[in-house]
């Protein structure tokens, strides 16, 4: 078998692996071969040599070629590789580039910020627009492939040639483009395919299979770092986690809290701690405020917890009085949504009533509309400070919009009739000064109709 045929027989298998488990595929598009014409007419465009291993690739195999994957939401790759998530390969000989060109483009005020782009001919572009291309100012033939990163404006070699990048990449089941997934496998002689690192990744990509629930519902292990992994706890893993012994699953997981240092992993076991044991924790979590010891746990966290874990007035008062004293008394719109967002109660209106404050942020405002607010709530705060309207006004105009884009979604307070609704957005018209306050209200009074669609 040719290397061309191997080549084509990885990419197949690739695929195929993704396909098979729930992955996205844009499949493997072959262009027809490039004729000798074709590639001096391009030769002389670009003013260089084509390198003899993409020549005879794009003469022998094709002139372009092109397949991209992602990996399904859940599978999970292991934490060595987490910044991996898809992978791609993709040329074609009309989108060959002299960056000469862009190079000249950068000079400013006798600075030259493309120099790194000098002698480089771009073959292809990283899904975040960083290049690769061959330093065509390398001694043979052959040309070096290295990655630019337009950012930075740092250049990576990446492999010996075409050919040896096609090779090493395809070893390492095409991942990438982007720097920060392929970095894992590069040292300063371009990729490795025969590390530790690599030999992992490989025998891994070849073995693995898309988690579900069903595969780990019944280890509480295994279903603790598939949730953290998943970054969401549905209803339906929330129910496999009741199935364990309570105490049991408590000191699982306060285990896991510090074995991971991530802020993300620790709010996924503070979220199973919230909705699976609840209450049982109340101890811990009001040794956790004794302890006052922030370096332990994220006070975020902490207030997640203090909210649903102690009694609802006890979790939210601790958390109140934390957020004042922090502030000393001028809480700011987003430290107050960090805190309380998830205590969906409309005492957290009453107490925001005293302490929201300008800017009225979109913090305060989503803060308003997570804790349940009645209609009452919004015509009372429309008739006080200026402050409150205003947060009125934004909080309905964040509803419009999110109604706009999801007709279908539900507005959780009763809604009053339409004429009570377009009075009370009237007389809020007429206190207000700024012309940005007044275009929203306008608007608001225009789409009414989109506040009652099903």
């Known amino acids: ?58 003469l022998n195999l094709s002139k372009s070629l092109s397949f991209y994957y992602s990996f399904s939401d859940d599978t999970m790759i292991p934490r060595g590789f987490s910044e991996i998530f898809s992978g791609e390969i993709n040329w074609d000989i009309t989108s060959l580039q002299n960056l000469d060109s862009l190079a000249d483009e950068l000079v400013y005020d006798g600075e030259d910020y493309g120099k790194n782009l000098r002698g480089k001919l771009e073959f292809s572009q990283a899904g975040n627009g960083d290049v690769y291309a061959f330093d065509m100012l390398v001694e043979g033939e052959e040309k070096t492939v290295i990655y630019w990163d337009h950012e930075e404006d740092t250049v990576t070699y990446i492999a010996d040639s075409f050919i040896d990048y096609l090779e090493k990449i395809s070893e390492l089941n095409c991942v990438g483009s982007e720097k920060w997934q392929i970095e894992y496998f590069l ?32 280890g ?22 009741l199935n364990f012994n309570k105490g049991e699953l408590f000191d699982t997981l306060l285990k896991y809290l510090i074995k991971f240092e991530a802020l993300e992993d620790k709010k996924m076991i503070c979220v199973m701690i919230g909705e699976a044991i609840g209450t049982y924790a109340m101890n811990w979590v009001e040794d956790l405020w004794e302890q006052n010891n922030e370096s332990q746990l994220d006070p975020g966290l902490r207030s997640y917890l203090s909210i649903k874990c102690l009694s609802p007035n006890k979790g939210l008062i601790l958390v109140t ?22 205590n969906n109660s409309r005492q957290v209106i009453d107490w925001m009533e005293r302490y929201v404050r300008f800017p009225v942020t979109s913090g305060w405002c989503q803060l308003y509309i997570e804790s349940n607010p009645s209609w009452e709530d919004i015509s009372r705060w429309s008739e006080l400070e200026e402050k409150h309207q205003v947060t009125i006004i934004h909080v309905l105009d964040d509803l419009l919009k999110k109604k706009t884009c999801e007709p279908a979604l539900q507005i959780e307070f009763t809604l009053p009739s339409k004429e009570a609704f377009v009075n009370l957005l009237n ?27 099903m």
């Open 1 to 58: 078998m040719g290397r061309y045929e191997k080549l084509l027989k990885k990419w197949d298998f690739i695929i195929n692996k993704i396909e098979r488990n729930n992955g996205k595929v844009h499949p493997l598009m072959i262009g027809e071969k490039a004729t000798i014409v074709e590639v001096n007419q391009k030769e002389s465009e670009i003013g260089y040599k084509l390198p003899p291993s993409y020549k005879s690739i794009v």
């Open 187 to 218: 040292n300063t002689r371009g990729l490795e395919v025969s590390s530790l690192k690599a030999q992992r990744w490989k025998q891994w990509f070849d073995s693995f299979s898309e988690t579900t629930l069903e595969d780990v519902k019944n």
């Open 220 to 241: 509480m292990d295994k279903l603790i770092e598939f949730t953290i992994y998943r970054k969401k706890l549905d209803y339906v893993s929330l129910q496999s986690l």
């Open 321 to 342: 009085d934390y957020l004042e004293k922090q502030s000393n008394g001028k809480v700011n719109g987003y430290e107050a949504l960090a805190h309380l967002s998830l």
């Open 427 to 453: 007389e809020m018209k007429i206190k207000q000064i700024l012309r940005t306050r007044i275009q929203i209200l306008d608007s608001l009074i225009e789409n009414i109709d989109q506040f009652y669609s």
